[in-house]
């Protein structure tokens, strides 16, 4: 991997879990006290005003998980609202401070979520250099069955003036994605469930192509199968396309996308990142790679760019030269929330002065601004 940092601009971390008030949490009080887990993997999109609208990813989490030999975790109960599930010490795996692992379904591999998650609108300025407001009266909490263990990673999209938001929602009914619209950018409402069962990282492209809307997609799954011998690609999640007449109804195209490729085992697996912007050169996508290091494994930022007219065809893509990588320095002063490293996860873009303003969530953390030279992202070679 060959990393430099000489195409950015600017480079700040603009909002970590100290600024998030709980007194405002739409998750109101549980019977516990609570702690922000982090605060991450932003979408993100212009405001009618000039301003940017982060669509924030806050998990919030017991401040006392484990009690009297039981491990406790917050849940979205259709009956109750908020409720604390408990699951005695020994039958569960917590080795992984996010999730809990139920050993009695072993070797189906289930979870229950250490932290319950809901979105909040962060404005920034023009420059994304600077907080504005906290949206507290605009946050989005769980409040049916689809999102029993949460709300994460949403992404924005802007098309003919009108804000699309994606996010995944997370339950024991299935791990889909939910589609949210907004006149302004800020309040947002649910338009229903468009992806079932174990699709995450969906991005609607910021317009239509040939009266057509299309996405990115990224179905998982715990079995892949193998590839033929000698290919050029490597078996597991990759990046897939899909296109809608109507951005409810979703058929995937027939050919694959963007795959691992055969270098050796060096990018474990793919997923999207912003949502695919136009630019002069083609529909520019920035995704992440996963490369192994223990159990999370390396999380680093990658580019794309695709034929504006036919989105299926590939102009230029870098796998080798990332685009970010977790920097340590940025996220020294808060080094000792820390539970994850090696992690940065790129989830919006906009347009700047000769440069993209990109946010990430930094350690599923933090949230990153970064401002990228444009002719570095939008370049073909």
């Given at each position: 991997m060959h990393y430099n940092k000489n195409h950015i601009l600017f480079d700040t971390i603009i909002l970590t879990p100290d600024d998030i008030d709980l007194s405002q949490s739409p998750l109101k009080n549980p019977g516990e006290e609570t702690s922000v887990m982090g605060v991450f993997n932003p979408g993100m999109a212009r405001l009618p005003n000039g301003n940017i609208i982060l669509m924030c990813r806050v998990a919030e989490a017991l401040k006392?998980?484990?009690?009297?030999?039981?491990?406790?975790?917050?849940?979205?109960?259709?009956?109750?609202g908020i409720t604390i599930d408990s699951y005695p010490v020994e039958e569960v795996d917590i080795s992984d401070p996010r999730h809990i692992i139920l050993k009695k379904y072993a070797p189906t591999l289930v979870l229950a979520l250490t932290s319950l998650s809901w979105l909040l609108p962060v404005e920034l300025d023009k420059t994304g250099k600077h907080i504005v407001h906290l949206h507290y009266e605009h946050a989005i909490a769980p409040e049916n069955t689809r999102e029993?263990?949460?709300?994460?990673?949403?992404?924005?999209?802007?098309?003919?003036g009108k804000y699309y938001m994606t996010a995944c929602t997370v339950s024991s009914e299935r791990h889909g994605t939910t589609l949210f619209s907004s006149k302004d950018g800020i309040s947002y409402q649910r338009e229903g469930l468009i992806l079932d069962h174990q699709n995450k990282d969906m991005l609607l492209f910021e317009g239509k192509i040939h009266e057509q809307y299309y996405a990115l997609t990224r179905p998982?799954?715990?079995?892949?199968?193998?590839?033929?011998?000698?290919?050029?690609?490597?078996?597991?999640?990759?990046?897939?396309?899909?296109?809608?007449?109507?951005?409810?109804?979703?058929?995937?195209?027939?050919?694959?996308?963007?795959?691992?490729?055969?270098?050796?085992g060096e990018i474990l697996k793919l997923g999207g990142g912003v949502q695919p912007i136009k630019t002069e050169n083609g529909w520019l996508v920035l995704f992440h790679g996963v490369k192994?290091?223990?159990?999370?494994?390396?999380y680093s930022t990658y580019r794309a760019l695709l034929d504006t007219n036919n989105p299926e065809k590939i102009i230029a893509i870098d796998t080798h030269h990332p685009v970010l990588c977790a920097d340590p320095s940025l996220t020294e002063s808060i080094k000792h929330q820390q539970y994850l490293e090696d992690v940065v996860f790129t989830t919006g873009i906009v347009k700047g002065d000769n440069c993209y303003i990109v946010a990430s969530g930094e350690l599923d953390l933090c949230v990153r601004i970064s401002h990228l030279k444009k002719e570095f992202l939008e370049s073909k070679a």
């Open positions: 006392s998980p484990v009690k009297n030999h039981l491990v406790q975790a917050l849940r979205w109960d259709e009956k109750k029993e263990y949460g709300i994460e990673d949403a992404r924005i999209s802007v098309i003919e998982l799954g715990l079995l892949y199968f193998a590839v033929p011998p000698h290919s050029q690609f490597a078996p597991g999640p990759g990046i897939n396309l899909a296109v809608s007449p109507d951005l409810i109804h979703w058929k995937p195209v027939d050919k694959p996308f963007i795959r691992q490729w055969n270098h050796g192994k290091n223990d159990k999370i494994g390396i």
